[in-house]
C-alpha cells in the first residue's frame, strides 16, 4: 500500500512570463490510476503547468510533490527519471530517423563488436519495439521512418516513447487536435487502457466530449486561475464550458435562412494529382453564390484540402474554368488570386498560415506588407503594423503575453489560429477558404468562430467550409457536398440532408450525384 495519499501534487504554483501571468497560485492533487482532465480556453495556462511538471520550465511559487516527496524538476530527463513522460501538442520527433530510432533515443540498446566496440543494436531496438507496441494496441513498424507516416501513427510512436521510458505519469497536451474521427476514438480508447494497466493519465484538452467519455475528474482554468476540480461523471458538459468559457455558451449555431446572390466562384471538371502522379481530386465541379456557405464533408485524406488548396494556388491543378466573379483565374499566382479576392485559412497553420518567428503585428499584415498604409515608398511604416494588429487584438480576442510584440511560436496553437482567422476575415475577400477553421480551438472560440464565418455570409461573402467536424458542416452550411476518394457523391441543400445521410455518402455506400437526384424525383 503506498504511503501516500496522491501521486502528483502542485502546490499554489505561479508562474509568470512578460506581460502575463500562466498560472496564478493553482494547486491541484492527482491520484494514482485516474485519468485527470486539464480543461481550459486556448492560453487558459494548461500547458505551461504540465510543463513545469514534467521539468520544462521552473515555477516561480510554490512546490510540486511526487508520491508524496517534494521535488525541484530541473528538466525533462530529471522528470523522466521519476517516471513522467508527456506527448507535446507538437510532436518531438526526428523526420529522418525511423520509428524505433525516435523512440530510444538517449536510451539506445548497445552491443559490443569484436568484443570491445560498442555500437547501437538496432536489431534489438525493433525487437524491443514491436513487442512494447503489441502488448499495449499500438502496433508500429519499428523500420518505418517517420517523414512516411501519418499524424496518427506518430502519436503512438510519442506514447511509445514515454512506455519505453517505464513512464507512469503520463500527460497527453491536446492530443486529439490532429486526428480524425476515428483515429480520435482509437486514442481515447489507448488512454483508458493505459489507465487500466496502472497508469496515472493527465489530459489537457477543451473538448468536452472526450473528457465526458474517459476522465474521472476534471480540473478548470482560466486566464491561469484554477476555477474548480469536478467529478466529471456528476458534471454536464454544458456546466463545464460555461465555467472554462466564464460565460453561457450556446452549443447551437445561431443563422437564418441564406440568400444567395450571383455566383461568384464555379470551378468544373477540376483534377489534382499528388507528388507520386495519383489523382486525388477528379473531376470535382460545383459553384459557390453570394451569401452561400458550401461545405464540403468527407473523411480525412479524400482530397477535399487539395481542392481548397488548388483553389488558392497552392497546388498545381488541371481544371476546364474556374472563375471568380465571371474572371477566369486556373493561371494566376497565389498572391494575384489573394488580390482579386480569395481568403484562405490553411489546415496547416503552422507551415502555410504563419510564419512562426515574426510577430504578431507582422503576421496580421503578411497578406498587405506591401500597400499602403504598411508601405509608403518601398519604407514599412510600424506605426501602421502596430495600430492594425492591436485592433485585431482586440476585437478577435488573441491572446499574446506582449500584444504586438509577441512572437507567433511563443502562443498556444488556438490563438495562432485566430491570428489566422483575423487576418483573412480582414481582407474582405468575395471568397473565403476555410479549412478546419476550429481544429484545436476550445468551446468558446469554435462558438466565436461560427458566429464569424456566418456574419461573412450575411455580408454577402462566399463561404468554402472544408471541415472533418460533421457537427460543424450540419450546423454551418447552406449547400453540402460529400467527398469520397477524390470524387463528389452529392450536393445538395443542408436542410435537406440527415448526418446519417452524410455518412454514408462520405464512406462510400449513399447513393452518387445526378443519379440519386434522378431517383428521388422518379
Do not use: W
Request: aromatic share 6%.
Amino acid at each position: 500500500m503506498a504511503d501516500y495519499e496522491y501521486i502528483v501534487e502542485m502546490r499554489h504554483i505561479t508562474k509568470r512570463f512578460p506581460g502575463i501571468v500562466a498560472n496564478d497560485d493553482v494547486s491541484i492533487s492527482i491520484r494514482e490510476g485516474e485519468i485527470y482532465a486539464l480543461l481550459g480556453e486556448n492560453g487558459a495556462g494548461k500547458s505551461t503547468l504540465m510543463s513545469m511538471l514534467f521539468g520544462m520550465y521552473e515555477p516561480d511559487e510554490g512546490e510540486i510533490l511526487i508520491r508524496g516527496e517534494k521535488v525541484k524538476l530541473e528538466s525533462p530527463n530529471h522528470a523522466t527519471k521519476l517516471n513522467i513522460g508527456m506527448v507535446h501538442q507538437h510532436f518531438k520527433l526526428v523526420s529522418n530517423y525511423t520509428v524505433a530510432e525516435n523512440i530510444v533515443m538517449g536510451m539506445e540498446p548497445v552491443k559490443k563488436v569484436l568484443g570491445c566496440i560498442p555500437v547501437v543494436d538496432l536489431k534489438k531496438a525493433n525487437r524491443e519495439i514491436l513487442e512494447l507496441s503489441k502488448r499495449y494496441g499500438l502496433e508500429v513498424n519499428p523500420t518505418d521512418r517517420i517523414d512516411s507516416i501519418n499524424v496518427s501513427t506518430q502519436q503512438r510512436v510519442e506514447i511509445l516513447k514515454m512506455l519505453y521510458r517505464e513512464a507512469e505519469i503520463l500527460i497527453f497536451d491536446e492530443p486529439t487536435a490532429v486526428l480524425t474521427p476515428q483515429e480520435i476514438d482509437f486514442l481515447l480508447d489507448i488512454i483508458k487502457g493505459l489507465r487500466d494497466a496502472g497508469k496515472t493519465i493527465i489530459l489537457i484538452t477543451h473538448k468536452l466530449e472526450e473528457i465526458k467519455r474517459i476522465a474521472d475528474r476534471c480540473a478548470i482554468l482560466n486566464r491561469g486561475k484554477l476555477i474548480d476540480v469536478l467529478d466529471v461523471a456528476q458534471t454536464s458538459t454544458k456546466k463545464m464550458a460555461n465555467l472554462m468559457v466564464g460565460r453561457e455558451v450556446a452549443f447551437e449555431t445561431d443563422k437564418t435562412p441564406a440568400t444567395f446572390g450571383d455566383v461568384v466562384f464555379a470551378v468544373k471538371n477540376l483534377n489534382v494529382y499528388n507528388r507520386q502522379n495519383f489523382r486525388v481530386v477528379k473531376d470535382v465541379s460545383f459553384e459557390i453564390h453570394a451569401g452561400e456557405i458550401l461545405a464540403i464533408a468527407g473523411v480525412a485524406g479524400n482530397g477535399q484540402v487539395e481542392i481548397a488548396d488548388a483553389i488558392a494556388g497552392l497546388v498545381e491543378s488541371k481544371a476546364e474554368s474556374m472563375t471568380l466573379n465571371g474572371e477566369e483565374i486556373s493561371v494566376l499566382s497565389i498572391r494575384e488570386r489573394t488580390e482579386k479576392g480569395i481568403s484562405y485559412i490553411p489546415e496547416d497553420r503552422q507551415n502555410i498560415g504563419l510564419v512562426m518567428d515574426f510577430t504578431v503585428s507582422e503576421n496580421l499584415a503578411l497578406k498587405e506588407y506591401y500597400k499602403e498604409p504598411f508601405c509608403r515608398k518601398g519604407v514599412l511604416q510600424e506605426k501602421a503594423f502596430a495600430g492594425n494588429s492591436e485592433a485585431l487584438i482586440e476585437k478577435y480576442d488573441i491572446r499574446s503575453g506582449q500584444g504586438s510584440n509577441t512572437v507567433v511560436r511563443s502562443m498556444s496553437g488556438g490563438n495562432q489560429q485566430k491570428a489566422i482567422i483575423a487576418r483573412e476575415i480582414e481582407l474582405s475577400s468575395p471568397l473565403m477558404i476555410f479549412v478546419q477553421p476550429t481544429r484545436g480551438l476550445d468551446i468558446g472560440a469554435i462558438e466565436n468562430i461560427h458566429r464569424q464565418i456566418i456574419a461573412q455570409r450575411d455580408q454577402g461573402k462566399a463561404i468554402l467550409l472544408v471541415s472533418l467536424e460533421l457537427d460543424e458542416i450540419m450546423n454551418c452550411a447552406d449547400t453540402i457536398a460529400v467527398i469520397y476518394n477524390g470524387e463528389i457523391q452529392k450536393i445538395a441543400p443542408a436542410e435537406s440532408l440527415t448526418s446519417n445521410e452524410v455518412g454514408e455518402f462520405m464512406m462510400g455506400v449513399g447513393r452518387r450525384g445526378k443519379a440519386g437526384e434522378e431517383e428521388a424525383k422518379a
